[in-house]
């Protein structure tokens, strides 16, 4: 039986093409394993969509149409499975 994650990292990610890898990669690098990545694309233009499908078997993935940064964090929280929730900006690591 997998257990459930504990924390749940959601990143909501707008044309961040050039920074969205290193923020998602930050998060996979944390040592604690009851962890769960959740990336929501907010329909971005400019690749960003591309990078997400190279993480697509270590990431929750969600893609919607441009809402703005609240919108895709609540989508995130939305499937998110975690006890927890953080927020990663995908510009950040």
Not at 50 to 69: F, T
């Amino acid at each position: 039986m997998v257990e459930r994650p504990v924390l749940s990292i959601i990143i909501a990610a707008y044309d961040v093409v050039q920074y969205v890898a290193e923020a998602i990669d930050s998060a996979l690098a944390q040592t604690y394993e009851r962890v769960e990545i959740v990336v929501v694309n907010d329909g971005s233009t400019d690749g960003t969509a591309a990078v997400l499908d190279e993480y697509r078997d270590r990431i929750v993935r969600v893609d919607q149409a441009n809402a703005g940064l609240p919108a895709a964090r609540n989508a995130g929280i939305a499937v998110s499975s975690g006890q927890l929730i953080g927020f990663l900006d995908a510009d950040d690591m």
